[in-house]
């Protein structure tokens, strides 16, 4: 029984959506998996508006089919001086390391939320899919985003969520299963043990919201898109498997460790960002701890790792680069996206 | 395309195995289970050797199909008076709250591994099928229960250790994903972070391994039973749906607390045990932290926490109760297990 309403919905002709991966990929991604079928992202949280600006006139300039903008919609912290300096006391024995002056690296924070000032930036182009990450911008934000007829989709981590998502607008729910790479898109949800495995999730989640529910998390290949859609998802997102694609910018250490054996130790880590994120388990976890050592809430906690981050890759290291990947590295493959969209839709119905 | 290779192995109709639970259900359920056509099971690891005799000789009169024994495969600690000294003093407060003796209470295993003298008493009956929890036993005793006919069921966590279960002579592996009520079967992993939801799971172990795999976790309906199709499994093993059928022993209390909306919330605890099982979440797990408080080794936790579960469930709270639960009680109704199992048999192909 093909379930017609993802579709649809966002005018695609695979259920099959990239998931945005911000700071390893670009349009250039997106743009393979839309000549598939399948719905391309752009991550923006990480793109000046320089940038932003200039992946938007791509991806206008080389499809007519519908892509999707994703945004983080997290609240941006007060400056807590004293967890920086924490935090960086923390990080002191590896500055020394690798002969770092801690007093010579900036604050900053990053990672920017959607805003009035992105809308007015995007508006022109009239995405016709935009998604949240961190929940929902503010009504009047969203009821902008909607005016223009873009279809929204948000990411639940929870029953809860998913049930917040579709009473403050939410045209999809995306259930985001504990085996996804990346941020959780934890909102309401601040514990840890409250995050579900995909297996368990998308069922509760579709059988709670009356809007499509997509799966991501743990889906690798065409017997993984079966799965979630047996579970009643309608859609999937997948976002690991594409990371070896030529068309991703995942950097030549990030895609060496996705293809080695530690790619099976992955953990939740607030390290890199202060929020909980997928990644492979690398010297930095291991030695604070993956949820350890209390950094600065998110996105503050970047500003620090960062000049470690340059200086041990640039020695060939990942000690302290956030390898983000899920618990499923098995479908990674360095193959065109479109190919690899188009392996995945084996596992669709009548396809 | 149907895969028989389970029932084919086990002489079963349906590949649908019913979990073994501890301390909630005893042969009536395994036998319920057998009835429809699926793995009826017999946890073994908390009944006396009386006690086990009894249900042998009941399983044996009731039912000329297979049936499974399900024993634990730990290595008991050494006594570490230190740290139960250390566990007493963090539960005090509770003695206090309910009057308890610390003096009074006894120390115990509760729960035996599997041994010779175990193999002794169920020799007798030939079981078909044994499973192991937390490995398997020495070569020479595992020779033994497969010298007499019974095919070996194993539980895995990872993939390291589901080649581990194979190369040692397991003919079936169990893969335990995350969202799995009770404990873990953890062997070789000890750092939580390498449990793998499901849908990660159980494809990595069916591409991993040659023997059957058996998906376990989160399962707790026919879509759920299609989706671990879908991933390669040969078959399910179920536990959660089965808590509220009348042939399970589940606790009033324990029932009340599935259908209640704190079953939306379970955590990895070893409060109880002294290793990580899931639960859902309750006054003990929230105070002192789920993985917290550094309680005895498996199994001698118990001893200390059961006078405490005793004395408020006595007062109607399950502040002290183990409350074993998957991450989709989604499943569970209080209907027949016969008519469970066959609603779980409506995700089989072509059934």
Chains 1, 2 share one sequence.
């Not at 009473?167 to 043990?193: C, K, N, P, Y």
């Not at 694609?245 to 293809?259: D, F, I, Y």
Request: net charge neutral; proline share 9%; hydrophobic share 45%.
């Amino acid at each position: 029984m093909k379930d017609t309403r993802l579709t649809a919905l966002l005018g695609i002709e695979l259920p099959i959506l990239q998931a945005p991966m911000a700071g390893v990929q670009g349009s250039a991604l997106a743009l393979a998996v839309c000549r598939a079928g399948g719905l391309g992202a752009l991550p923006c949280a990480m793109l000046t508006p320089e940038m932003l600006r200039a992946e938007l006139e791509t991806l206008a300039a080389e499809t007519t089919r519908p892509w999707n903008l994703n945004f983080f919609c997290h609240v941006p912290p007060a400056p807590a001086p004293a967890r920086e300096t924490h935090w960086r006391a923390r990080l002191a024995p590896y500055y020394a390391e690798y002969d770092i002056d801690p007093a010579g690296i900036p604050a900053g924070p990053g990672r920017a939320p959607f805003s009035a000032a992105l809308a007015d930036l995007i508006e022109a182009w009239r995405p016709p899919v935009v998604s949240f990450h961190f929940g929902l911008p503010a009504p009047a934000l969203l009821t902008r985003v909607k005016g223009w007829g873009a279809r929204v989709l948000a990411s639940a981590t929870s029953v809860a969520e998913a049930r917040w998502l579709e009473a403050h607008g939410a045209d999809v729910i995306i259930a985001q299963g504990l085996e996804a790479g990346g941020h959780r898109g934890m909102f309401l949800e601040t514990d840890l043990s409250t995050q579900l495995g995909s297996l368990a999730l998308v069922p509760q989640v579709v059988q709670a919201v009356n809007v499509p529910v997509v799966a991501a998390g743990g889906i690798a290949d065409a017997a993984g898109v079966a799965a979630a859609l047996a579970l009643g998802a309608a859609g999937v997102q997948v976002g690991t498997a594409y990371l070896l694609c030529p068309e991703a910018t995942t950097s030549p250490l990030h895609r060496a460790a996705l293809q080695g054996p530690e790619a099976a130790h992955t953990a939740l880590t607030h390290l890199f960002t202060g929020r909980p994120a997928r990644g492979i388990v690398n010297r930095l976890m291991r030695e604070l701890g993956p949820m350890g050592a209390e950094p600065p809430a998110f996105p503050l906690a970047t500003a620090a790792v960062t000049p470690l981050r340059t200086a041990a890759e640039a020695r060939g290291s990942t000690d302290f680069t956030p390898l983000w990947c899920g618990q499923n590295a098995q479908g990674c493959q360095n193959i065109a996206a479109e190919t690899l969209t188009r392996q995945l839709a084996g596992g669709l119905p009548r396809h």
